[in-house]
């Protein structure tokens, strides 16, 4: 486990230090060192553009002389769920993204455009709009569970102390409010499920346009689900369910979250990986 390593949002300085930290890491639980691995393959977000692959490529060769593989994180989480099979992943972390593959080989995506237009139903979306909600529920008179969370959080005692301090931050901190709305949750605050329900929605939205996309009638492309969002939140992974559900009757949806490691992993034991991503 280590920092953020999505070299647009926080730099390659800090990319380096988080990749570099993971791999020793990695390397001291296995006993090995870093000179000893053969092949590496790596699942990053950005990694389709070539520049990005690049860097993260001359990041590892610091560290070791296997031969690297840079793939979009989804191709790993894909190939963890199903192999070389068709299906659909729905990726919901501080990002999110849903991306599929059919029984030809045929991919589709539908989000992960980046926290400021897109990422819909992410942490970071989960965050933002959080905000939002507080500020709502202030506007028109209601009380949410939220707003005490969130200030005990940010160690805050105003509204106006909020407003600010939400208008200044870099786009990492966001995230870091799911837990709180997941307790908001758990004591039952409207505020707060309903955040979680509409994150489960719009991530079962994204994931019904690459199930159209794939196939268009039934037998549909089964589905599975991975990141925090959905391993945090049951009531996130059973509105996402319910809503295929409803849109595609008998789809096969995992219940089962999967590793996105294992894929990497399984890339990573083929010989001449090419990149789908």
Known sequence: MSG?????????ANAREALHAAIRQACATANVAPDQIARVCVGAAGAARPDIAAKIRSILAELTPAAVEVVGDMVIALVAAFGSSPGVIAIAGTGSIVWGRDVTGRTARAGG???????????HWIGRRAISAILQAHDEGQQTELTAMVFHLWNLTTLDALVQKANSLPPSEFPRLFPAVLRAAE??????????????????????????????????????????VFRKSADVRRVFY???????????????????VEGALALARKAGVTNPG
Do not use: C
């Not at 953020?4 to 390659?12: C, F, K, L, R, Y």
């Not at 004591?187 to 309903?194: E, L």
């Not at 979680?196 to 089964?222: F, G, K, Q």
């Open 4 to 12: 953020g390593s999505n070299v647009i949002p926080v730099g390659e």
């Open 242 to 260: 319910n809503a295929l559900q409803a849109s595609f009757p008998g789809i096969e949806v995992r219940a089962n979250l999967a590793d996105p």
């Open 113 to 123: 455009w980046g926290f400021a237009i897109s990422d819909e139903g992410s942490g």
């Open 187 to 228: 004591q039952s605050d409207p505020t707060a499920r309903k955040l979680l329900a509409d994150a489960a929605n719009h991530l079962a939205n994204l994931t019904a346009m690459v199930i159209r996309r794939l196939a268009a009638e039934a037998p549909y492309v089964p589905v599975a689900m991975t990141g925090s």
